[in-house]
């Protein structure tokens, strides 16, 4: 593999200078040096780190022959890019090194990941998946298992050939590992197996499925327990339509239960969305050194407009999110260490907004703002930003509905559509926790009831941010900071 990782920094490397100059490059969220990102694969904490890694083509910024690419931080906020970790060069993974994850186990990083091997021209049905084992005394140099350790589908209505994506957790001293399926049929589900060394697999059970409205497939499934419950994330392939929700091409949700680890079947509840914006896929998480439970995602979207890619680039992921369960649902949170990116705020207290208002020194393409509005006598609010020669992302709540819409039919370049969550205004507030970050927008609203995320791809100089409302708000307290890049040269965390 020493070979096919040389060819492949070879080529990022080249590519890398002009791509992180663009005006379109995230400042501080994780993305390829060059080329394609999908995934986050492997997201975990190895001698005092955190490794991500994630589905990167090295070669192209369109998808291809998956690699792993790599960063890794010490506290989540500032990060490093390492070469390339995983590549395809064997006979079970000569097509692509697919989505997986990463454990400790005696002092190794050891990463279990789905081998890919086109048989024939069609990518839906000429394929064969096995599940790999490649092992590293650093978390940076891998060396392959041989053999893969499942080297087939189970029998029964199982998929033989959409088998993918497994998340290894270990349980009262044994490991357990979800995998991505669908029955013969095209439905999806979730496979459970378990194992006492990494190496020796037993099929359970098929642990989760959904009757009515489930999709295809589930793919890149992840498994915990937080609060009182059990829970499944997962990314169900062609779900549809329901009122406001499951309006992008795959979603990202969870599901809590109960899972029963002598049958190896899982009782859960209907799916909920993990985020209600248009960009977020694939989302993988961690338990961290204090407890928490940490989620990264793809912050794109399958089969959408990507203009990075005229530029040599695709793909970003997330900033870390925290997840804190709240009786039946989780709230979404950011990381509250991020503040160490914070330049000098600039704030404002008690400030009403009826007709169109801007603030002095509240702009910007790369920064983080808080506010809190309000809405006792409006009949809706709204926030633009990233605003200038006719451009804006407008960000709206409307009493009528009960709800906030994300807006981005003229966030520039190449994306449109708009997307709307039901929310609470307790006590007649609602804060808005946004990150901007060059060509992103991460909404965090009522402290985690919902998030939005979307990719947008403005001017360099539209930057301006407004704030409007329909009778009167007041915005309580607006802070705003500029952000420091979260990417240091190596050995500089």
Not at 356 to 384: P, W, Y
């Amino acid at each position: 593999m020493e070979k096919e990782i040389q060819v492949a920094e070879a080529s990022i490397q080249e590519m890398e200078p002009r791509v992180q100059a663009h005006k379109w490059y995230p400042r501080f969220h994780v993305a390829p040096r060059a080329y394609w990102m999908n995934d986050p694969n492997g997201f975990s904490y190895f001698n005092g780190e955190y490794h991500l890694f994630y589905q990167h083509h090295p070669f192209s910024p369109e998808w291809g022959p998956m690699h792993w690419g790599h960063t890794v931080s010490r506290d989540l906020v500032h990060w490093e890019h390492l070469p390339v970790a995983l590549a395809p060069s064997t006979e079970d993974d000569a097509d692509g090194c697919f989505s997986g994850s990463a454990i400790e186990v005696n002092g190794k990083l050891v990463a279990m990941y789905t081998g890919n091997v086109w048989t024939g021209p069609d990518h839906d049905t000429d394929l064969k998946q096995v599940q790999m084992i490649a092992e590293s005394s650093d978390g940076i140099h891998f060396t392959k298992r041989k053999e893969p350790v499942i080297q087939e589908a189970p029998q029964g209505d199982i998929h033989p050939y959409h088998f993918r994506d497994p998340k290894v957790w270990e349980h009262n001293g044994t490991y357990y590992c979800v995998l991505g399926s669908r029955t013969k049929d095209h439905q999806g589900q979730v496979l459970l197996y378990k194992s006492d060394d990494l190496l020796n697999w037993t099929f359970m059970a098929v642990s989760a499925k959904k009757d009515e409205n489930g999709g295809f497939m589930w793919e890149c499934p992840d498994f915990f327990h937080l609060g009182d419950h059990d829970v499944l994330v997962m990314s169900p392939q062609g779900v549809k339509p329901e009122g406001e929700k499951f309006h992008n091409l795959h979603q990202a949700v969870y599901v809590l239960g109960k899972l029963d680890y002598e049958t190896g079947t899982f009782a859960h509840g209907d799916f909920q969305m993990l985020d209600a914006g248009f960009d977020f896929y694939a989302p993988q998480t961690l338990e961290d050194p204090e407890g928490r439970r940490v989620m990264i995602g793809w912050m794109d979207m399958w089969e959408s407009q990507m203009p990075t890619q005229e530029h040599g680039f695709s793909g970003a992921m997330t900033i870390p999110r925290v997840l804190l369960p709240d009786g039946d649902r989780l709230l979404v949170q950011p990381l509250p260490e991020l503040a160490e990116l914070r330049k000098e705020a600039v704030q404002y207290e008690n400030e009403a907004v009826s007709a169109k208002r801007t603030f002095d020194s509240i702009n910007g393409t790369c920064l983080e703002m808080k506010v809190e509005v309000n809405i006792q006598n409006a009949n809706a609010f709204h926030i633009k930003f990233r605003c200038g020669n006719g451009e804006r992302t407008v960000l709206s709540w409307v009493k009528q509905d009960g709800a906030v819409t994300l807006d981005r039919t003229k966030s520039g370049a190449g994306v449109s559509g708009t997307r709307t969550v039901k929310v609470k205004a307790d006590n007649d507030l609602l804060t808005f926790h946004l990150f901007l970050d060059q060509s992103s927008a991460e909404i965090f609203i009522n402290d985690g009831e919902a998030v939005m995320t979307a990719r947008i791809y403005p001017g360099e100089k539209s930057d301006d941010i407004e704030f409007e409302a329909d009778g009167e708000a007041v915005i309580e307290r607006l802070e705003k900071w500029e952000l420091h890049s979260a990417f240091s040269p190596k050995g500089g965390m």
